[in-house]
């Protein structure tokens, strides 16, 4: 008799979570699957919270124990899922974040111009299914919202998900932000469906308006704080300098790595292109930094450094747009101080705009399912906090400086 291969991995927010199907242990066995613990959850965000060096992959495997416990009480409610579809939803969410690569949002289309992190997840998922002789064919379907019980992919990628209701559990825990803290244990015993789509018992009401309220400090306290945001815009502006001058230092450039591929020759993300692109993680830029700060262009010697010595820019958040006049005038004495043209002082000081909105009422609802069997969108009933607040957009100015 064969034996069934069990892991249990203990997990600092969970406890113990479960990993019990040869399909899953093909997933997180997987060199690209792997991959995701070089690279960090919150991108530069340690720089200002020292304790958020969690990964990818813990909160892989935090979205997937949330959604064991989602179906189980799904199941528990009578709802007909079965043991193929439970499964794929499992499988569905480990996957979730596979294709994001080096410091996630940070770097999103900056490596890999025009491809987002789902179209690359997508296509990593596929070359999964081909290497599983085409056991992870629902997973997909699931994953795309093409299978015919919609309320599995809600449960993956929604307003209320399982994987915000990892990431914000997780990163307020590792930030030690408490506002970020969630009821997501009742919100789990909360879910339930009808009529095909994922909504909440009304008894649940309240804690969802604290899972949106969260959802919001977290974005303007951690997600958008002005010096997590200057520390990224560092390192964006480090790529975008070594793409302007590639063409003509590429000898000086050059990391006899991995990375070489996207500056040179990346045009398509092929099976050849997918490939390299799994290879890299966090380590590679950080490496690339390390090598690039002694290059003799003195704006990526200089971003390079002061990333290293975590001598970021100077940030401000305010809600009107910066005087213009008044950065062209400062961008003059940049360019005198670094003997540089006024254009490349725009590497030194730029502005730009921050925006999020908590609940977008175009989007994706969530419904609020009453004992009566009537449902609403948690926006119509009576408690106005959700329509009047959190739907309404938040824009920021910013301005970053080099001192």
């Known amino acids: 008799m064969q034996k069934i291969r069990r892991k249990i991995i203990n997990d600092p927010i969970y406890g113990f979570i479960t990993i019990d199907d040869p399909l899953l242990f093909f997933i997180i066995d997987h060199p690209w699957y792997q991959r995701l613990r070089r690279i960090y959850q919150m991108a530069l965000a340690q720089l200002v919270y020292p304790g958020a060096v969690h990964t990818r992959l813990h909160h892989s495997l935090g979205a997937y124990h949330l959604i064991c416990l989602a179906l189980n009480e799904l199941k528990n409610k009578g709802i007909d899922i079965s043991a193929e579809e439970e499964l794929a939803t499992k499988c569905a969410i480990l996957l979730h974040d596979v294709g994001h690569g080096p410091f996630s949002h940070a770097l999103e289309n900056m490596l890999i111009k025009v491809v987002h992190h789902e179209t690359l997840g997508l296509q990593i998922m596929n070359e999964f299914n081909?290497?599983?002789?085409?056991?992870?064919?629902?997973?997909?379907?699931?994953?795309?919202?093409?299978?015919?019980?919609?309320?599995?992919?809600?449960?993956?990628?929604?307003?209320?998900?399982?994987?915000?209701?990892?990431?914000?559990?997780?990163?307020?825990?590792?930030?030690?932000?408490?506002?970020?803290?969630?009821?997501?244990?009742?919100?789990?015993?909360?879910?339930?469906?009808?009529?095909?789509?994922?909504?909440?018992?009304?008894?649940?009401?309240?804690?969802?308006?604290?899972?949106?309220?969260?959802?919001?400090?977290?974005?303007?306290?951690?997600?958008?704080?002005?010096?997590?945001?200057?520390?990224?815009?560092?390192?964006?502006?480090?790529?975008?300098?070594?793409?302007?001058?590639?063409?003509?230092?590429?000898?000086?450039?050059?990391?006899?790595?991995?990375?070489?591929?996207?500056?040179?020759?990346?045009?398509?993300?092929?099976?050849?292109?997918?490939?390299?692109?799994?290879?890299?993680?966090?380590?590679?830029?950080?490496?690339?930094?390390?090598?690039?700060?002694?290059?003799?262009?003195?704006?990526?010697?200089?971003l390079c450094k002061n990333l290293l010595d975590r001598k970021l820019y100077k940030s401000k958040l305010q809600t009107e747009p910066f005087d213009e006049d008044e950065i062209l005038n400062t961008k003059k004495i940049i360019a005198n101080k670094f003997n540089i043209s006024v254009k490349d002082a725009a590497y030194f000081i730029f502005t730009g705009q921050a925006m999020n909105t908590t609940y977008q009422l175009q989007d994706e609802r969530i419904n609020i399912l009453s004992k009566d069997g009537t449902y609403r969108d948690i926006s119509e009933v009576a408690d106005p906090l959700i329509h009047k607040t959190l739907s309404m957009p938040v824009k920021k100015f910013y301005i970053c400086q080099l001192t």
């Open 130 to 302: 081909r290497q599983s002789d085409g056991a992870l064919t629902t997973a997909i379907s699931i994953f795309t919202n093409t299978y015919h019980k919609q309320f599995l992919h809600q449960l993956i990628s929604g307003q209320l998900d399982v994987d915000r209701m990892d990431y914000l559990t997780r990163d307020s825990f590792y930030t030690g932000v408490s506002e970020g803290v969630i009821g997501y244990d009742r919100i789990l015993k909360m879910l339930t469906v009808y009529e095909g789509q994922l909504m909440v018992e009304s008894k649940g009401l309240y804690s969802i308006e604290k899972f949106l309220v969260a959802r919001r400090f977290m974005y303007w306290q951690v997600y958008l704080h002005k010096t997590v945001l200057a520390a990224e815009k560092m390192i964006v502006k480090i790529i975008e300098r070594v793409r302007e001058i590639y063409p003509s230092s590429n000898t000086a450039l050059k990391l006899n790595s991995t990375l070489d591929y996207f500056f040179e020759n990346f045009t398509i993300m092929n099976n050849e292109a997918l490939a390299k692109f799994c290879l890299l993680d966090d380590v590679d830029i950080m490496f690339a930094i390390k090598q690039w700060s002694n290059h003799a262009d003195t704006i990526l010697s200089t």
